[in-house]
C-alpha cells in the first residue's frame, strides 16, 4: 500500500513513520537493523530513507598541494529500502534527489524502484555539493524538486524521456514532498515558498512532510498557511527529538530552525548529554501530544541514525 493510501485509509488514527540514514560506507546494514529493531513494535507504516550526495574533499597530495576528491559517503538507499521492506514487511519510502542526477539518471532509478515493488518516494532538490555555493543541477537534471515531481507523474502516465520507446509501462508512484514551516533558507518569502510547494502539489504531490521544528505553533500556522493557498493534501510535521548541546548550534546552522528560548536554556543549563537527551525526549513527547490531539495525519520522527530516544517517545505517544 502506498503512504497516501495509508493515510486515507488511517481513519482518524495518527500514523507512526521515521527516517533512517543508510550506514556509512564500510559499515554493515547490521548497525542500520539494530536501530530499526526497536521501533518496529510501534507499528511503524513506513520508514523513510535518506538519500546521501557526493561531497568534494580536498586530501593531501604529497607535494604540498591538495587534490579535490569526490566521495559519497553513505550510498546505498535503494538497496537499504529494499533490504528494510523484505526483511520487516514494511513500506519503505526512498529519498530522490534532483542533485547529482541527469533525468536519465533519474528515469533509471525510478524503473529500479518500480523493480523493486518500491512504490513511494520522498522527492527532493538536496543541497549544493559542500563545496559548491548554490545548488548546481547536472547537466540535463532537474533543477527544483517541482521538475522532479513532474517527471516521476510523466512515468506515472507511461512518458518515458526517450519517446519512442514501444512498451511503456506507467508506473504508479506515491509522492512526498519537502515543506518549511520556518521557510526554506533560499526563499525570499514565506509565502513564496509556500507558493512553491503548491507547484510540488499541482504537478503530483500526494502529501507534504515537513522539516524538524520545535515548536508546534509553526506546525499550525504553516498548515493554516498552506491550506489559505489552497494545498489540500495531508502535511505531515517532522519531529526531531534534540540529542546533545551541540545541537544548539548544529541544528540552526544546518537546518535552518529556531529553537524556543524554554528548550535552548534548559540545555545551556544541563550539566551532561545525558540530561540534554532527556530534555529532548520530554520536549518531542509534548510536541508529540499535542499534534496527536491535534489529529496530525503522522507523526514522522528524524532519527539521524540512532533510534534510542525515538522508542522512549514512541513508547508514550503509540
Ligand atoms: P525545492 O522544493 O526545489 O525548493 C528549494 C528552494 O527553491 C526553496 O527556497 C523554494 O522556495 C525555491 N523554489 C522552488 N521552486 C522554485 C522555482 N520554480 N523557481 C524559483 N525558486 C523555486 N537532503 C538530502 O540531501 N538528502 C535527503 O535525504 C534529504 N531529506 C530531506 C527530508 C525532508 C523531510 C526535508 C524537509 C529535507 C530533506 N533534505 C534532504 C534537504 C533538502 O534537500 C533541502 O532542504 C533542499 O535545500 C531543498 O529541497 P526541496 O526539495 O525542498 O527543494
Keep these: 500500500m502506498t503512504i497516501i493510501e495509508k493515510?486515507?485509509?488511517s481513519e482518524g488514527k495518527t500514523l507512526f513513520s521515521f527516517e533512517i540514514l543508510p550506514p556509512l560506507k564500510g559499515d554493515t546494514i547490521n548497525s542500520v537493523y539494530e536501530n530499526v529493531d526497536p521501533l518496529m513494535e510501534f507499528d511503524p507504516a513506513y520508514i523513510n530513507v535518506t538519500y546521501h550526495r557526493e561531497e568534494i574533499v580536498l586530501k593531501p597530495a604529497g607535494n604540498g598541494l591538495?587534490?579535490?576528491?569526490?566521495?559519497?559517503?553513505?550510498?546505498?538507499?535503494?538497496?537499504?529500502?529494499?533490504?528494510?521492506?523484505?526483511?520487516y514487511k514494511v513500506e519503505t519510502v526512498p529519498h530522490l534527489l534532483c542533485g547529482g542526477?541527469?533525468?536519465?539518471?533519474t528515469e533509471n532509478a525510478l524503473i529500479e524502484l518500480d523493480f523493486l515493488g518500491i512504490r513511494n518516494v520522498l522527492a527532493l532538490r538536496g543541497d549544493s555539493v559542500k563545496g559548491q555555493r548554490h545548488f548546481m543541477p547536472?547537466?540535463?537534471?532537474?533543477?527544483?524538486?517541482?521538475?522532479?515531481?513532474?517527471q516521476i507523474t510523466d512515468l506515472?502516465?507511461?512518458?518515458?524521456?526517450?519517446?519512442?520507446?514501444?512498451?511503456?509501462?506507467?508506473?504508479?508512484?506515491?509522492?512526498?514532498?519537502?515543506?518549511?514551516?520556518?521557510?526554506?533558507?533560499?526563499?525570499?518569502?514565506?509565502?513564496?515558498?509556500?507558493?512553491?510547494l503548491k507547484a510540488k502539489v499541482d504537478a503530483g504531490a500526494d502529501y507534504v512532510v515537513t522539516q524538524m521544528f520545535f515548536d508546534n505553533a509553526s506546525y499550525f500556522s504553516y498548515v493554516e498557511k498552506c491550506r489559505d493557498a489552497g494545498i489540500n493534501v495531508p502535511i505531515i510535521p517532522g519531529i526531531k527529538p534534540f540529542a546533545s548541546k551541540r545541537q544548539l548550534s548544529i541544528l540552526?546552522?544546518?537546518?535552518?530552525?529556531?529553537?524556543?528560548?524554554?528548550?535552548?536554556?534548559?540545555?545551556?543549563?544541563?550539566?551532561?548529554?545525558?540530561?540534554?537527551?532527556?530534555?529532548?525526549?520530554e520536549w518531542a513527547i509534548e510536541q508529540g501530544r499535542e499534534l496527536l490531539a491535534a489529529g496530525v495525519p503522522a507523526l514522522h520522527?528524524?532519527?539521524?541514525?540512532?533510534?534510542?530516544?525515538?522508542?522512549?517517545?514512541?513508547?508514550q505517544l503509540f
Design 7 to 9: 493515510l486515507n485509509k
Design 156 to 196: 506515472n502516465n507511461g512518458i518515458y524521456i526517450d519517446e519512442e520507446l514501444e512498451n511503456k509501462h506507467a508506473t504508479n508512484f506515491c509522492v512526498g514532498v519537502a515543506g518549511y514551516p520556518e521557510k526554506h533558507f533560499e526563499a525570499p518569502s514565506l509565502n513564496i515558498d509556500i507558493q512553491n
Design 66 to 87: 591538495l587534490r579535490k576528491k569526490i566521495i559519497r559517503k553513505r550510498p546505498g538507499t535503494i538497496g537499504l529500502c529494499a533490504a528494510i521492506s523484505a526483511r
Design 252 to 281: 540552526p546552522t544546518m537546518f535552518h530552525v529556531d529553537l524556543p528560548d524554554a528548550l535552548a536554556l534548559e540545555v545551556l543549563k544541563s550539566k551532561s548529554n545525558e540530561s540534554v537527551r532527556q530534555i529532548g525526549i
Design 301 to 315: 520522527f528524524y532519527s539521524m541514525g540512532r533510534s534510542e530516544n525515538i522508542r522512549n517517545i514512541a513508547a
Design 101 to 105: 542526477f541527469s533525468r536519465e539518471d
Design 138 to 150: 547536472e547537466p540535463y537534471g532537474n533543477a527544483f524538486a517541482v521538475d522532479l515531481v513532474k
